[in-house]
């Protein structure tokens, strides 16, 4: 079977990661528009390197949890492309080889004049996973995040769009779906394909029909889709 699966920061709640929203959440404590905007990076670049700095430092004394490790085990007898809006690498660490980063990723940097140059992209080494002002892309200007930032164009939305060609399963894992175009690939997965819903609050799920719910936190939730419905699919 070919599943796809949409993945968002309610995947990485059980490794220890705050999700954005709700009681609690990270945009509760950092103001979005000051951390997660071109225009917040251009006001005080400081702030937002240092910002990402210890999302990195917090992030690499996590682990995927349970949940991260049924994903990647599917792929022993099944296709699976992983669609996450995190840019943790907790996917990656469990044995996740297909995955598409929508928002970015922490762990890398980029050029600050040209975001999506790929070519420019690199991977912070683990010991010194810092960017601090001075740090230069190869085209001379400030490194910076490699994160989609609010405002910013999502490019990697058409590999998802097209990672849903001849989809069998289509998953859903702690995301609210409230941050587009990543909560609109929902309408992309045919009528006729089976959608699963995990997440341990309610979610509201727009023109949709015919989603299974399973309200559980990631770990139990993959187990039971596993064991209650894949398996008999
Ligand atoms: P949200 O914080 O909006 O939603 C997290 C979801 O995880 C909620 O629906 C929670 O109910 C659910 N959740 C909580 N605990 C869970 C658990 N143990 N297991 C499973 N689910 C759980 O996060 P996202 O939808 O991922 O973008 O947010 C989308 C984007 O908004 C992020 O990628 C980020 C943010 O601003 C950028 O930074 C560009």
Redesign the pocket.
């Known amino acids: 079977m070919k599943i796809v699966v949409l993945t ?4 990485s ?2 490794s220890g990661l705050s ?4 009681g609690g ?1 990270l ?1 509760d404590n950092y103001p ?1 528009e000051q951390v ?1 905007t071109p225009e917040g990076f251009a006001a005080n670049p400081s702030l937002v390197l240092e910002f990402y700095n210890k999302r990195r430092k917090e992030l690499q004394g996590k682990k995927p949890n349970k949940g991260h490790e049924l994903l990647a085990s599917l792929e022993k007898e099944h296709e699976v492309i992983v669609v996450t ?2 840019v943790d690498d907790l996917h990656e660490r469990a044995g996740s080889t297909n995955i598409i980063h929508l ?1 970015g990723e922490l762990m890398k940097a980029c050029s600050s004049r040209n975001p999506n140059d790929l070519r420019q992209v690199r991977t912070l080494p683990s010991h010194s996973a810092e960017i601090i002002i001075g740090d230069k892309a190869d085209d001379g200007s400030q490194l910076r995040p490699y ?4 405002g910013e164009a999502v490019p990697l939305m058409d590999d998802a769009v097209l990672a849903l060609r001849n989809v069998d399963v289509f998953v859903i ?7 587009y175009p ?1 909560a609109g690939l929902l309408n992309y997965v045919p009528a006729k394909v089976p959608v699963f819903l ?4 309610d ?1 509201e799920v727009r023109g949709v029909r015919g989603v299974t719910v399973i309200r559980k ?2 770990s139990d ?1 993959v187990e039971e889709l596993i064991e209650k419905y894949l398996k008999h699919l």
């Open positions: 968002g920061a309610g995947m709640v059980e999700t954005f929203r709700g959440g945009w979005v997660a809006q995190n928002h994160i989609v930032w609010f894992i702690g995301t609210s779906l409230n941050v990543a995990i997440d341990p609050n979610v936190g990631a939730g």
